[in-house]
């Protein structure tokens, strides 16, 4: 079947295609799993259609999808055509990095809007023109269990679906969905006649609607409605297996579940406590958008439009599972139209609320998380925690530093320049220098390659970030502030030097982290290595293999096992402390916890990198060192202290240096882990840094500014002393 759907669009677009004159097109998208499939697919007899044309296609991660491309399109090293959500048009506009493909004033911008369904058209819109053609719009939807549910209509209030609780069993939840998360709260808060960012891009994630919509979560929450702490993951599991009568999700959902599970999908249910307001997820459009940059527009903008032609749509629907808001597509396939999870979900985007396009968007959702985290820990009061993530919004959103005249700068740099050039002149000047010099040179030779590759992948990277730090950067806007990032760091921007998130805060953590790592690591290490060096151990080499084991798998795979297994509700870790009589502790809700939960995850990575380091330097030390202290009668412990310790030391040195700065920088167990949890207290420098270059507004000099920062503490602190000053 789908392969004859794949001849078929082929010939579509082979017969209806507009012809391409560009040589070479590229284009950039984020999808995975099916999606991508499905886009294979149609470029796949896109290729076909166009045998004289070529199109790379690139593959690039979500998270680091938006700054690559603003990145890359202002320097001509970006995609052609790109496949992205309606919410950044905005930016992109504002950067200059998209050109519409169908103008209000041309004769044709009704006949192609007309194609689309009207929420996606509105959603790509800006200042009259069509930036995108529409390929689908996403929303969240309402998935039901029948066999849970046993009503043949589907739940119409919450309230209904809260009723369930009495009749199902106490690992069974009424309704699952990710209650931490601000994109799935949007529409409770929404029913409540709130919103996340207004028009005019303010935070408005507060006051009674918020208050309310949080207060009606604490109480499903506490009410074992919903479970705590729920994943993406976790909601398809619960959901799958039985354990969840209704979910809250997007159509990814039904892909997950496949036919483990008998399911219905319904729109969103209303409130009854909100005069029966439906619930109104956000909505997000994806189109295909058309770089500012590309060489030949007109064949950009014609591949763009045959992504959203009908057989093209056919595909994405039925293989990527996608919503297409391509109007024919549904009437055109009768299965489709038939589709009992897409017809629903386009039902539901009819009704849906289109994302706010405002640049401010992508800051409101760590700031929302963050509130909505405290208010469902207990940690705050829903007001409380309501204010401080408007808070952190204002400090992310605030006003870059003002510009400053660069003539300063250049000239200092000028003057260093000189004298380096001097000093090399007066150098050739010596006849004794030339000499050796020119003996030198075949040594030179051998070297130069490796000077090179350092001087490309350590200094350049440094030296630019260094110029970096001194230029105020904001969603590819930037200018020259000079010192005014290292000011605002070294200042906590203005407020209490120790307050979370300041620089001195986060870099106690850090050397809280280093030193209890390495400490650990350390001993745990030794104690190993001295173990497994007993003469007459058994199995020593089996011993060696499954303690390296940690060591060898991924630190990323490792991090996020270690954080399933520190889960409230369903991890390894709470099930053996409730085996043993203990209370299950929410391990991300205090920094104490967290922190434990970042050094265990982080000791057993680290531990079997000192205990190999420390077997092989035991193996060095002459026996005939331990027969000469056992001789004066020394004991096991002053052998161990005496003996063993000095001659580990010139080995353990230099690892337990790159262990330190290792530790110092290590950004997965963080990031992966606890995440920050709670409120960025666990973050160390080098995940705030990545926060403010990937998380606020893409604010990179801020970033490179804590990045020379981490360079030169760790300069600092790992430096050698020279021999002359070793007394």
Request: proline share 6%; net charge neutral.
């Amino acid at each position: 079947m789908t392969g004859r759907l794949c001849r078929a669009l082929g010939l579509a677009l082979f017969l209806a295609a507009p012809s391409v004159s560009a040589q070479h097109l590229t284009l950039w998208h984020a999808y995975r799993g099916a999606e991508q499939t499905a886009l294979d697919q149609v470029l796949d007899a896109w290729r076909r259609a166009h045998p004289t044309a070529t199109l790379d296609v690139l593959a690039v991660p979500f998270e680091a999808y938006a700054s690559k491309l603003e990145s890359a399109i202002p320097h001509d090293h970006g995609p052609d055509v790109f496949l992205d959500a309606h919410e950044r048009l905005a930016s992109y506009r504002a950067l200059g990095l998209v050109t519409p493909v169908a103008r209000a004033a041309e004769p044709t911008f009704s006949a192609v809007a007309a194609r689309f369904d009207d929420t996606a058209v509105r959603a790509l819109t800006a200042a009259g023109d069509l930036y995108a053609f529409p390929l689908s719009v996403k929303c969240v939807a309402l998935f039901y269990n029948p066999a849970l549910w046993t009503d043949p209509a589907p739940p119409a209030t919450l309230e209904s679906i809260e009723a369930l609780r009495p009749r199902l069993g106490s690992e069974t939840y009424p309704l699952v969905y990710e209650s931490q998360g601000a994109y799935f709260h949007a529409p409770l808060l929404h029913a409540y006649g709130g919103a996340m960012l207004d028009d005019a891009g303010r935070y408005t994630f507060v006051g009674p609607a918020a208050e309310r919509s949080l207060q009606r979560v604490i109480a499903m929450t506490r009410g074992n409605i919903i479970p705590d702490e729920a994943s993406g993951a976790l909601v398809a599991q619960l959901f799958a297996t039985g354990h969840a009568a209704t979910a809250i999700s997007g159509p990814w959902l039904a892909a997950d579940l496949g036919s483990s599970v008998s399911f219905r999908v319904a729109p969103l249910p209303a409130l009854a406590d909100a005069d029966g307001r439906r619930m109104e997820p956000y909505a997000t459009v994806e189109g295909a958008f058309v770089s500012s940059h590309t060489r030949d527009a007109a064949a950009a903008i014609a591949l763009a439009e045959s992504l959203t032609e009908v057989p093209a749509a056919v595909v994405r629907a039925r293989v990527g599972r996608q919503v297409v808001a391509t109007r024919d597509a549904w009437t055109a396939d009768p299965e489709l139209a038939r589709d009992p999870v897409l017809s629903v979900f386009r039902e539901a985007a009819a009704h849906a609320r289109p994302m706010p396009t405002h640049p401010h968007m992508r800051a409101v959702f760590e700031p929302a998380r963050q509130a909505i985290l405290k208010a469902l820990r207990g940690d705050r009061s829903p007001r409380v925690a309501l204010e401080e993530g408007l808070h952190r919004f204002t400090d992310v959103t605030r006003p870059l530093p003002r510009r400053r005249d660069a003539t300063l700068a250049l000239l200092l740099l000028g003057m260093f320049a000189l004298g380096v050039v001097l000093n090399a002149l007066r150098g050739l000047r010596d006849p004794v220098f030339r000499r050796d010099l020119r003996r030198s040179l075949p040594a030179y030779a051998w070297v130069t390659h490796a000077a090179v590759t350092l001087l490309l992948l350590v200094v350049v990277p440094l030296v630019i970030g260094a110029v970096t730090s001194l230029y105020a950067t904001r969603e590819g806007h930037s200018y020259y502030v000079g010192l005014a990032n290292y000011l605002d760091i070294l200042t906590a921007r203005g407020g209490p030097l120790l307050a979370t998130g300041s620089f001195y805060r986060v870099l106690l953590v850090t050397v809280l982290w280093t030193v209890a790592n390495i400490t650990l690591h350390v001993s745990i290490g030794v104690a190993l290595a001295l173990l497994l060096s007993r003469p007459l151990l058994r199995l020593k080499a089996l011993y060696r293999v499954l303690l390296i084991i940690p060591w060898a798998v991924p630190s990323y795979v490792t991090a996020l096992a270690w954080r399933g297994m520190f889960h409230r509700q369903f991890g390894a870790v709470n099930a053996l402390l409730t085996a043993l009589g203990g209370e299950p502790v929410s391990w991300f809700a205090r920094f104490s916890t967290a922190f434990a939960a970042n050094v265990t995850t982080n000791v057993w990575l680290g531990f079997p990198f000192m205990m190999v380091v420390t077997i092989g330097a035991l193996a060095g030390i002459p026996k005939d060192l331990y027969e000469a202290a056992a001789v004066d009668g020394a004991t096991a412990w002053q052998q161990f202290w005496k003996v063993t310790v000095p001659m580990l030391r010139p080995a353990m040195g230099p690892s337990v240096a790159m262990g330190a700065v290792w530790t110092f920088n290590q950004f997965n167990v963080v990031f992966l882990v606890s995440g920050g949890e709670p409120d960025g207290e666990t973050d160390i420098l080098v995940s705030e840094a990545y926060r403010w270059a990937f998380t606020r507004q893409a604010q990179y000099g801020y970033a490179s500014a804590y990045a020379v920062l981490i360079f030169l503490i760790l300069l600092l602190v790992t430096r050698r002393r020279s021999p002359e000053a070793i007394p």
